[in-house]
């Protein structure tokens, strides 16, 4: 078996430092030869590898990205726009891995959740194509909640309603939530251990900091903590967001459908810190008994974990705080409405560090090894 040179771009970052993690606790670095590129420190100290201290490449230097086998990056997409074209057009043939948006719509490039389409990767990676790109993650997570129904394709319109973390948008925004927290608690801190101080006294002095110019803001632009944001990314048309309209585009090249499913919603950005959630209401195409319906989700892969629609079960299982740092993907809620036997409500919950960024990538990366 070829052992392979693997460059990794923006392992610092968020996904970066989970995919690194990963790889660390499945002793992934033993069977490749790991080169780490940067965009700012080129020739500085880089992480420590089987012990043994690595030198940081400059993550721009075509020569030595032409003598990769594979190039990992979570660096973003403004550097895949600089680099990924050029090296295709110098005739680079390697394997691309690439945690963002950029290339994900491409014909030349498949999106990857192995779990749920496998069979598209491996199809694709047949054909010759070496673009191999991660999805969504909040569309990964649902997918990963929700593949046994999207599997026995009974999902005739899906309707996402989005709870989505603040480490969604990044390192730099998980700082300033925390921020916005410490500012909001200190603002109230004298009146909550004052047993004479009024619930309407505290509320005034909490949203009267949340308004305030004074509130760090930098990065999502209004306050987060305490508060929600029902719009994620630029508008694409009629009011809809780039984050709901990946929801249909992204699901149907990874399912790889020939009769597209129907998928919209609307995203929010909540102050929780890790792991996206969802509810997500959905149009069956036929009636089909809820014991069934169970069946195929929790028997869709080995990660999902079907909690009972109990409110001690739920509570317990089914929120961010207990899958945060978990490969488990947990689907709890589910129960037919009232409106109809075809109609299906789910709470799904996932670590979108893991399944929806990092996991994927770090997993493609073994079936490249793996076909060698």
């Keep these: 078996m070829k052992r392979l040179r693997v460059g990794f771009a923006g392992y610092r970052g968020m996904v970066g430092s989970v995919l690194m993690e990963r790889m660390r606790s499945e002793n992934d670095f033993s069977g490749i030869d790991a080169v780490f590129l940067s965009t700012s420190k080129a020739g500085q100290p880089g992480p420590v590898i089987n012990g043994q201290t690595t030198v940081l490449e400059d993550a721009y230097n075509r020569d030595i990205l032409n003598n990769l086998d594979v190039i990992i990056t979570c660096q973003g997409s403004n550097y895949t726009k600089k680099i990924h074209a050029d090296l295709r057009t110098g005739g680079w043939n390697g394997y691309w891995i690439d945690a963002a948006s950029e290339l994900r719509m491409k014909d030349s490039s498949v999106l990857l959740l192995d779990p749920v389409n496998r069979e598209q990767i491996n199809a694709a990676l047949s054909s010759g194509m070496k673009d191999l790109i991660g999805a969504n993650c909040t569309v990964s997570t649902m997918l990963m909640s929700l593949a046994g129904l999207f599997k026995n394709d009974v999902i005739e319109w899906a309707n996402p309603s989005t709870y989505q ?153 089914l929120t961010p705080v207990a899958v945060s740092g978990t490969l488990q993907i947990a689907v709890g809620r589910v129960r037919k409405l009232s409106i109809g036997p075809e109609y299906l409500s789910a709470f799904v919950v996932g670590d979108q560090l893991l399944w929806g960024a990092a996991e994927p990538l770090r997993r493609a990366l073994k079936i490249i090894i793996n076909r060698q």
């Design 165 to 317: 973390a603040v480490s969604g948008a990044g390192a730099k925004h998980v700082i300033e939530l925390l921020q916005q927290m410490k500012v909001v608690g200190l603002a109230a801190d004298d009146m909550l251990n004052d047993p004479s101080a009024s619930l309407a006294s505290i509320d005034k002095q909490v949203s009267d900091q949340l308004r305030s110019p004074s509130l760090p803001t930098e990065f999502f632009g209004y306050p987060i903590a305490g508060n929600i944001l029902p719009w994620i990314d630029k508008e694409v048309r009629g009011g809809q967001s780039r984050e709901e309209w990946k929801a249909a585009a992204e699901t149907n090249k990874i399912l790889g459908t020939k009769q597209p499913v129907a998928i919209d919603g609307t995203c929010v950005r909540v102050g929780s810190l890790r792991s996206h959630a969802q509810a997500v209401t959905m149009k069956l195409k036929r009636d089909i008994p809820l014991e069934e319906i169970e069946s195929m989700i929790s028997s869709a892969h080995e990660w999902v974990n079907l909690v009972s629609n109990t409110r001690e079960a739920t509570l317990e299982q």
